[in-house]
């Protein structure tokens, strides 16, 4: 039982997600980025295609895994210590 713990539970405890919303955020940045990734791949080959589509993804990517994921730990620990 440990060893389930250790691949499906440990990882997803430790950003505050129960396996599968790891599992859903996990599918969605992935798409995300295979998506930007050939925005740029054909960016390269025609360069007034897709200009921004690159550093866009990465903004919101960052955004979402970064930013959102620590106000969601500062909204989680002052709604355990009663503050606003």
Known sequence: MRRFQEIFLDHPATVGETYTEHMGMAFSFGSKMLLAGMACLLHGLVPALF????????????????????????ADEMALVGGD
């Open 51 to 74: 200009k921004t589509t690159g550093s866009e993804a990465i903004r919101t990517l960052h955004d979402r895994m970064v930013v959102n994921r620590h106000r969601k730990v500062r």
